[in-house]
């Protein structure tokens, strides 16, 4: 990470339609002015001043942890080539230098995108809130919270602030009593501090219980995995102090495609849950915790992990290129509602593919540079009114178009906050580390970058599937496109040659890791749905608590609202049986017996036998059935989910059929 945390600063670059070189923030000089000069507008930048790209550095396999072994990365560095030379001639931009946020205001930014602000500041005085959230988290990822809450502490103290600063051991003090006073006997999950967060295999966490269901360990069981299964079972944090404990090490892998483990996700009878599945509210606690498992991943692995505080920078604010991808779809969804896509974005795709995805060097070969540019200027000017020529596009000219989108974008697409995240998951030890922790990232994405990642991932995977014919493999693909990704972003980093080709061998690894595993990437481990499914159980008992004491406040009969509080689906349900709503279908309820084998596939089968053959084709794939309440705000079910082990991990859920929102 070394080549990361040396940047004093960061630049962002904005359009800027005077057409001279202004520095806001900075001093000018020769060395910003001939680096301008060959860059694009709308790009931003980790570092604090700008110099022109380095020459390809020399070959050294000694210099980068999972070398691509034999490979050539050839193809990364013409792209780099390609890349300026298309930028040359371009409108000038306005450079604003940020000055990087000391170490407290980062750790305060992170703890309020934990969703525990409320730890320090003017309500640190009363932490109760975070006291819930705070019982299902791992020993690692409790250490994590502890350790940023002493940083901001310490600096809130030297800033002398006024309000009460607590300590941070009365808070986890706090959390722990709330653990042993549990009134109904439930097992909240125990909090570790640094002293203790290394100990042996026999040290285990508790098990997060919701009701009587015990749900995961929070350590990994003595019998040893697959070499080739992800366990979405346990803390990867965990997983990773386990393996540290352990005497043997896991071999590195080698960065060739043969050689990369072939993932799978074991079968999980309560069903995979996948990015979308969620209801928002719910999405928004796993966001939170998926960035206290990040954090608490790279602590235990000693790798730095610094976000970066998003700026607002100007931009422009219509057209199609360096436009910032929420304000370009909110105008796409004026044109087709429910759009999550760029509209730009899905045509340049439609238009290679047109072309054939055969077509020999597809994404390698460039376009013209004069052409892109006329080609840029006139999409501009006709794409929102219908009449641009897509005739006149070549397939490597669509391609480069598609390129300079991305590379355009005013903050990049894997986003500002996150993209040293990215590049440093390099720094990880093994494969399935580097495997979990962008996992985790691709989580912490805002909706527009995930949704167009994806997009783009799957485009690439068509590419690759036709690799017999257009010589474009998996690596040649991600050395193409790591440059747009990763290094446009970050061309102006202070480095020598052996730094910069640790840094292209790295991103060209990270992006070979995105494709070739993007269906387990948009998987959300099950771990942190079961401490949602905690949290939610928790926050119901103490809204319970308030709502009984409301109510004898408002003398009500006690007794009339208790029997209303229990399951209505127990009255008319025999044991045994679930009852199913589908408002939308022929046949609006029905009550389904479960069984051991019984899947939601098969309650999907049962309700749309009930329909006629022309509707019964509409809704196949259209429908699907969801789990609904208890521990859960509400879940869109796999067709693999077994309903009898479902229902026993939820029993006050409600199960409807319905489609997905758009």
């Keep these: 990470m070394?080549?990361?945390?040396?940047?004093?600063?960061v630049v962002l670059t904005a359009y800027h339609p005077s057409g001279k070189d202004q520095a806001v923030g900075g001093p000018g000089g020769k060395g910003r002015e001939?680096?301008?000069?060959?860059?694009?507008?709308?790009?931003?930048?980790?570092?604090?001043?700008?110099?022109?790209?380095?020459?390809?550095?020399?070959?050294?396999?000694?210099?980068?942890?999972?070398?691509l072994d034999e490979l050539s990365m050839e193809d990364y560095w013409t792209e780099v080539e390609n890349i300026k030379k298309s930028s040359e001639n371009r409108q000038d931009q306005e450079v604003v230098v940020v000055n990087e946020p000391d170490e407290g205001e980062l750790e305060e930014e992170w703890l309020k995108e934990a969703g525990l602000s409320n730890l320090f500041g003017e309500s640190a005085g009363d932490p109760q809130e975070s006291m819930v959230f705070l019982s299902t988290l791992t020993r690692t990822q409790a250490a994590a919270v502890q350790k940023r809450v002493e940083t901001v502490s310490q600096t809130l103290r030297k800033k002398n602030k006024q309000y009460q600063i607590p300590d941070v051991r009365d808070i986890f003090a706090q959390q722990r009593e709330s653990k042993e006073k549990a009134p109904d006997g439930t097992d909240l999950q125990s909090v570790r501090t640094d002293e203790n967060k290394h100990q042996g295999k026999d040290d285990q966490a508790s098990s997060l219980v919701v009701g009587e269901k015990e749900l995961t360990p929070l350590v990994p069981e003595e019998a040893p995995a697959s070499e080739t299964d992800i366990n979405l079972e346990v803390s990867f944090a965990e997983q990773a102090v386990?393996?540290?404990?352990?005497k043997e090490k896991p071999q590195k892998s080698k960065g060739n495609d043969a050689s990369l483990p072939n993932f799978r996700l074991p079968k999980d009878k309560t069903g995979t849950t996948r990015i979308g599945d969620l209801a928002p509210q719910d999405m928004k606690k796993v966001c939170r915790l998926a960035l206290i498992e990040l954090t608490a991943l790279y602590d235990v692995l000693g790798v730095e992990l610094k976000q970066q505080k998003a700026v607002k920078i100007k931009t422009k604010d219509s057209g199609l290129f360096c436009i910032p991808l929420t304000v370009l779809l909110e105008h796409d969804q004026r044109k087709v509602p429910g759009t999550r896509i760029p509209l730009i974005f899905q045509k340049l795709i439609a238009r290679i593919e047109e072309g054939g995805l055969e077509t020999e060097g597809l994404l390698r070969i460039p376009g013209a540079a004069t052409r892109i540019r006329n080609l840029c200027q006139e999409l501009e000017a006709k794409f929102y009114e219908g009449t641009f020529n897509w005739e006149s596009v070549k397939q490597h000219d669509a391609a480069s178009l598609l390129k300079l989108f991305i590379r355009e974008l005013p903050q990049p697409l894997l986003s500002v906050?996150?993209?040293?995240?990215?590049?440093?998951?390099?720094?990880?030890?093994?494969?399935?580390?580097?495997?979990?922790a962008l996992n985790l990232l691709?989580?912490?994405?805002?909706?527009?970058?995930?949704?167009?990642?994806?997009?783009?991932?799957?485009?690439?995977?068509?590419?690759?599937?036709?690799?017999e014919k257009n010589k474009m493999t998996t690596m040649n693909v991600a050395m193409v496109m790591a440059p747009n990704l990763f290094m446009c972003h970050a061309l102006g980093l202070k480095s020598n040659e052996q730094r910069e080709f640790i840094m292209a061998a790295g991103t060209a690894n990270i992006m070979h890791l995105l494709i070739k595993y993007q269906q387990l990437l948009w998987t959300i481990p099950k771990f942190i749905v079961n401490q949602v499914r905690k949290q939610n159980t928790e926050n119901h008992k103490k809204d319970k608590k308030a709502m009984k004491k409301l109510l004898k406040k408002m003398a009500y009969d006690r007794e009339k609202y208790e029997k209303q509080d229990k399951n209505t689906n127990d009255a008319d349900v025999p044991q045994g049986v679930i009852r199913v709503q589908a408002p939308h279908l022929s046949k609006?309820?029905?009550?389904?017996?479960?069984?051991?084998?019984?899947?939601?596939?098969?309650?999907?089968?049962?309700?749309?036998?009930?329909?006629?053959?022309?509707?019964?084709?509409?809704?196949?794939?259209?429908?699907?059935?969801?789990?609904?309440?208890?521990?859960?705000?509400?879940?869109?079910l796999d067709d693999d989910a077994y309903m009898k082990d479902l229902f026993q991990l939820n029993p006050s859920a409600e199960w409807v059929i319905k489609s997905k929102p758009s």
Excluded at 242 to 246: A, C, D, F, I, K
Excluded at 442 to 467: G, M
């Design 2 to 9: 070394s080549w990361l945390s040396s940047s004093q600063g």
């Design 34 to 67: 001939e680096a301008t000069s060959s860059r694009k507008y709308g790009q931003c930048t980790m570092n604090q001043e700008i110099t022109k790209v380095a020459e390809k550095p020399p070959f050294d396999r000694s210099g980068s942890q999972d070398s």
């Design 242 to 246: 386990n393996q540290e404990n352990s």
């Design 417 to 436: 906050e996150y993209l040293r995240a990215f590049q440093a998951v390099q720094d990880l030890p093994t494969r399935k580390q580097q495997l979990q």
């Design 442 to 467: 691709v989580i912490l994405l805002p909706d527009a970058n995930r949704d167009t990642l994806k997009a783009l991932l799957e485009f690439l995977q068509r590419v690759i599937d036709n690799r």
């Design 588 to 636: 609006v309820s029905m009550a389904i017996q479960l069984t051991e084998e019984l899947k939601a596939s098969d309650v999907l089968a049962r309700f749309l036998s009930q329909e006629s053959g022309i509707a019964q084709t509409l809704k196949k794939g259209e429908v699907f059935l969801y789990e609904i309440g208890g521990n859960i705000g509400e879940r869109c």
